[in-house]
């Protein structure tokens, strides 16, 4: 080969390089725009939205078909319930709602609405009341331990999203008879998911008729001093309160409204006061799914709540709240399918409240 070929075929050599150089720019600067909009989600940016939109969208054909866990069953009527219902819903604060699956299947809301009866009690006899009374600890035992209860009967160290204690709570609600303390409730619900919710009653008359544990409990606390009269009334409204029906696109709202300081971002009506807002999120962060709120904590950051019908909240604060219903669950009780879409949403769009930004102490300003 003469030294001109040998230029020839090094120009070749060069020029191939630079192509090759130019194409992986090029992927490397789509990889770098995803990566962009991911660092502007963690620092504290708003996502657009079609990136929230994209963001449910993937999380629901990722785990659509995953199926893992299984229907609660120790409730015969939620065994019925279609395992392959899977609804996600999203809600900002300023009132944008995303959706996509399963909107229309109502599921019992369960223990997530320990939340917001919480939130009347606080907002009714103030956060003393339940920090006294009931405790914010997590226990470290099952949601129905009768040991719990043994081990507290002389303070104040379970909280208000086990049984023991959302029984308790429920009996601290304000209502001159069962009558209006169920329509308190009832209606505090209401204002959360910002439209009339009811009960489903064959859930209600199916767990009225296996919850003599809970009728344990309930008459524990009572002969402790944590509920003050009648155990009785106290368990069944409970029992009722579980059996509200709710779509996913209802305990989104009810989400957005604790992350937009106890405003319901549609109506506007201000269902809890925003003081009272930071201690119904710290329960939720400390116990809100079950054996493994300390697990979820740690992936997501998230203060949450599960039900054993299926659903999961989240709480991103100022941000959103979101929520998915898909029954089958693992052996926690936490919705499998949920927890994960959840994850990977807060994951793509910045939503752990944890997450650090990085300040700018010249400017002044967070990045």
Known sequence: MTTAGKRRVNGRIVLTLVALSLATAGVAADAGAQAAVARQARAGGTPTAAEVQRAIDQAYAKYKGLNEGKNADYIPALAKVDPNVFGIALVTPDGKVYTVGDLNTQVSIQSISKVFTLARVIQDEGEAAVLNNIGVDATGMKFNSIVAVELDRNKAEINPLVNAGAITTTSMVKGGSAEAVWNNILQTHNDFAG?????????????????????????????????????????????RQCAIGVNAKDLAMMAATLANGGKNPITGKQAIDQKHVPAVLAVMATAGLYDDSGKWLYRTGLPAKSGVGGGIIAVSPGKFGIAVVSPPLDEAGNSVRAQNAIADISNALGGNPYAPRAMNMAAGDVR
């Open 195 to 239: 439209r009339q919710l009811s009960v489903l009653e064959d859930v209600y008359k199916s767990e009225a008729e296996t919850n003599q544990r809970n009728q344990a409990i309930g008459a524990l606390m009572f002969a402790y001093g944590k509920i003050k009269a009648n155990p009785a009334q106290a368990v069944d409204i409970y029992t």
